[in-house]
Nanobody
């Protein structure tokens, strides 16, 4: 059974940092493109960061220089290090695994940036 389980969300002040984790199971993790999406209240889900199976990364413009995606294939885990957080980063963050036309989603973890 495929599972993607996110953790690490919470309440943080502007300028602070959080690290999200997503542990995967039920598929061959190192072959899949791993992404972090986010959905802010009242907005559509958007791609925040992605990493291919070969380690190539891609970031949404507003998070470039602040967020870093990484993966540990030995642990079947993808991370999102978020620094210099802003109130507009407040969203539910979802882990997503993609291989060709197959896509799996986690249930999400809430990140709230507020003073």
């Amino acid at each position: 059974q495929v599972q993607l389980v996110e953790s690490g969300g919470g309440l943080v002040q502007p300028g602070g940092s959080l690290r999200l984790s997503c542990v995967a199971s039920g598929f061959t993790f190192n072959r899949w493109r791993m992404t972090w999406y986010r959905q802010a209240p009242g907005k559509e889900r958007e791609l925040a960061a992605a990493m291919s199976s070969g380690g190539i990364t891609d970031y949404e413009d507003s998070v470039k220089g602040r967020f870093t995606i990484s993966r540990d294939n030995a642990k079947n885990t993808v991370y999102l290090q978020m620094n210099s957080l802003k109130p507009e980063d407040t969203a539910v963050y979802y882990c997503n695994a993609v291989l060709a036309v197959i896509s799996y989603w986690g249930k999400g973890t809430l990140v709230t940036v507020s003073s």
